[in-house]
């Protein structure tokens, strides 16, 4: 099967790294690219950011020991005020974790990026099983959305990924190759993590991640104390599924509060979640976005992340969004600048609220 001209990822490439990122010298040469990432855990400096009237959520940006904190609005309509610990679905930006534990399994050697998916799940039908791990990631299999509504019930109820493989196999698919976003192939990617390490997703990833960042509100399920916008409130209550509450999985969904979010991203930039060489994997363009860019920085996805330049400077994380729902979280490898944002609201984008602060001159 032909590859996409614009994907980075070759086999000698990935094979190389694969190879030597387990050696001292490997990880102290790649921590180079991170230099300024590790902070302290109490900043020493800490301001208020400025966001607009209109929002109603979490805001947390760290730079060296700078932090700077916004909350504003109430959890619901008759609720408490929303603080840094309040929990709000984090959507898409899941989708970074799933890339984290992918690099953990290509870090010990048990799969490459390159390695076509029937290696690890043989029974799968030729055109999806031909696909490589590494498409599963960035948006090029092809496999499409199995987060629909006629799919909802099935997805409330499954206890693994592997359950949920049917509804990929029953999906509509497009040409592998170009880059078509796609929730399918996360599934995909977490049911080849589920075979690889005798674990469902969700243990996996609370060992894995949650546990090791020290994440100590995180979850998949929605709880009542969680930050919903009203309708999914509503729908709760009256027993009904929607988007906003089906329990979190591999495509994005968990809930947790901002001072978990960014818990996960100083462990990332710390190298204790992956080494600062396989970082440098996951998150470098491997299938690039088309057109030229106005700003000169090349754009695309990397395993789990979306990336925007090139070497030590660029800039990786993931946003997401549905109807009264808005998240982003934003690394500069750099400056070792990070800022994430929950909301229960999409009226002001939380995806334009962490552009606006990275893109700042100071936190403070």
Not at 149 to 174: D, E, K, M
Not at 320 to 339: E, K, Q
Request: aromatic fraction near 4%; glycine fraction near 12%.
């Amino acid at each position: 099967m032909s590859q996409s001209p614009t994907r980075r990822c070759r086999a000698n490439e990935a094979g190389s790294v694969a190879q030597t990122v387990t050696r001292r010298s490997v990880i102290a040469a790649g921590s180079a690219c991170l230099a300024g990432c590790v902070t302290s855990h109490r900043p020493a400096q800490a301001c208020a950011l400025t966001v607009p009237e209109a929002w109603s959520g979490s805001v947390i940006a760290r730079e060296g020991e700078r932090q700077a904190t916004s909350v504003r609005g109430l959890v619901h309509a008759d609720g408490p005020p929303v603080s840094l610990e309040t929990r709000f679905n984090i959507l898409s930006l899941g989708k970074m974790m799933t890339g984290v534990l992918m690099g953990q399994l290509f870090e010990g050697g048990h799969l490459r990026f390159t390695d076509p998916v029937r290696a690890h799940l043989p029974d799968l039908p030729e055109h999806i099983g031909s696909l490589t791990v590494g498409m599963l990631l960035d948006h090029t299999s092809g496999l499409g959305n199995y987060i629909e509504a006629w799919n909802f019930a099935a997805i409330a109820a499954a206890r693994s990924a592997t359950r949920l493989l049917p509804l990929v196999l029953a999906g509509s698919h497009t040409e592998p190759g170009p880059i078509v976003y796609c929730n399918s192939g996360y599934l995909l990617a977490a049911a080849v993590i589920e075979r690889v390490t005798g674990q469902t997703y969700a243990d996996i990833l609370a060992t894995r991640v949650f546990r090791r960042c020290g994440m100590r509100g995180a979850g998949l399920a929605v709880q009542d104390t969680d930050a919903l916008p009203d309708l999914a409130r509503s729908a709760r209550a009256a027993g009904q599924t929607v988007a906003a509450i089906l329990p979190g999985g591999p495509a994005g969904g968990a809930f947790m509060s901002a001072q978990d979010l960014m818990r996960f991203a100083d462990a990332l930039l710390a190298g204790r979640l992956v080494s600062p060489a396989v970082l440098a994997v996951i998150a470098s363009i491997q299938a690039e976005r088309p057109g030229a860019p106005v700003d000169g920085l090349r754009r695309g996805w990397g395993y789990g992340f979306g990336v925007t330049g090139e070497g030590p400077g660029r800039s990786i994380g993931h946003t997401g969004g549905l109807p009264g729902l808005s998240a982003a979280c934003r690394m500069n490898l750099g400056t070792g600048r990070r800022v994430v944002a929950l909301s229960h609201q999409d009226m002001v984008d939380a995806a334009q609220v962490s552009r606006d602060i990275m893109m700042q001159t100071g936190l403070c």
